[in-house]
């Protein structure tokens, strides 16, 4: 992607209940690419206000992704650590890409579909531009690189497709500027690993997702030592012992899972796992399961209980990122509206 430097953006919405999968298919990945990339990660707060506006507490969900950014390693000084509406470029770009994409773009959108349910004349305008508001997440820092699990993949291809059509469109405007390939990146999706999409501990073949009404099915990152204990064991699996290739987890969705989710928090690979433990019992794999979580989440839980009880730190942490994520949106923003012909001061 010449021309472009390069920057990893991503966000992660303050719901509650962050969990496993935010985790390993996100967050931890975050802390991996801070030493390679110039980073920015966002709270976004305006995309957790699409499903319901009323949440129990936003302000304290926000502040606890922060704590999560914070505890799993993410360092606020180096990088960008901030929440979305404080910096007023993204809700400003959201509407150029709303005059840039086309209805029948967002109508393809297979999460809005899940998330509306059968009641889709009653969900909110905002749930169905969601993805717009994404792509001007990303864009308005001409990021280049977005580490996400897969459930965000059409999100970041509408990403993609709308940096095309309005590179395409003011192609012109933006080559007499001097940005020969484009004005905006067409983003890359950095998707991947043996965690790119962890599923529920209750069913092999659904998402592991915050608005599963049973808690039993994710291992949330507040979670204690005992409760994930609990929650390893009582998992689903099957009859058979662990296998000792790969190819011996096609159709077993829950060993799948657990394998997946055992070499992802060991950094190694499915592959690795079964050598180690093809043929074990489900119970002996459980209790090495639970030992690991227990190590690599247990210190991060405690560090997210112990930064939210300063909600004054978490708030400067975030005031200032917003201030540095601004300054560069600010650019932005102002080169949008120059290409596209509005008038603004200064
Ligand atoms: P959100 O808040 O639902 O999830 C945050 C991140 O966690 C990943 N994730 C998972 N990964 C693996 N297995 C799972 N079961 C699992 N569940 C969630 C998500 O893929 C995501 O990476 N739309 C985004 C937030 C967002 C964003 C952005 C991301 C808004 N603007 C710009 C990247 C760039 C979302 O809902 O994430």
């Not at 704590?67 to 390693?73: E, R, T």
């Not at 067409?186 to 915050?210: C, F, N, Q, W, Y």
Request: proline share 5%; glycine share 8%; charged share 25%.
């Amino acid at each position: 992607m010449s021309g472009f430097k390069e920057l990893v953006f991503s966000g992660v919405q303050p719901t509650g209940n962050l969990h496993l999968g935010n985790y390993l298919g996100a967050v931890r990945r975050f802390v991996t690419l801070q030493e390679t990339h110039d980073c920015i990660y966002c709270v976004v707060d305006l995309h957790a206000i699409t499903a319901t506006l009323s949440q129990p507490d936003l302000a304290a969900q926000t502040r606890e992704v922060t704590a999560a950014f914070l505890a799993a390693g993410i360092d606020p000084k180096r990088h960008i650590v901030f929440n979305q509406s404080q910096v007023p470029g993204h809700a400003e770009l959201t509407w150029i890409f709303n005059c840039v994409a086309r209805i029948g773009w967002l109508n393809r959108m297979t999460q809005f579909k899940e998330k509306a349910g059968k009641d889709r004349e009653n969900a909110s305008v905002g749930l169905y531009d969601y993805p717009c508001l994404m792509a001007a997440d990303i864009l308005l820092y001409r990021a280049t690189h977005v580490p996400v699990g897969e459930d965000q993949k059409q999100h970041l291809e509408l990403t993609r497709d709308i940096a095309i059509k309005f590179n395409n469109d003011f192609a012109e405007k933006i080559a007499a500027r001097g940005h020969g390939e484009g004005y905006f990146p067409v983003t890359e999706p950095l998707i991947g690993g043996p965690a790119a999409r962890v599923m529920s501990l209750r069913d092999g073949t659904k998402k592991m997702s915050k608005s599963d009404p049973s808690d039993y099915s994710r291992i949330n990152l507040t979670d204690d030592a005992d409760a994930i204990a609990q929650k390893v064991r009582k998992a689903k699996t099957d009859p058979e012992p662990l296998p000792s290739e790969e190819a011996g987890l096609a159709k077993r969705p829950e060993a799948e899972n657990l394998v997946g989710i055992y070499a992802g928090l060991s950094d190694t690979t499915p592959a690795e796992v079964l050598r180690d433990f093809g043929g074990a019992q489900f119970s002996a794999f459980k209790s090495a399961l639970v030992d690991l979580a227990v190590a690599k989440l247990g210190p991060i839980g405690a560090e997210m209980a112990r930064l939210v009880k300063d909600p004054g730190h978490i708030d400067s942490v975030l005031a200032d990122g917003s201030a540095r994520a601004a300054a560069i949106a600010e650019r932005t923003i102002a080169d949008v509206k120059d290409i596209v012909g509005l008038i603004r001061r200064g």
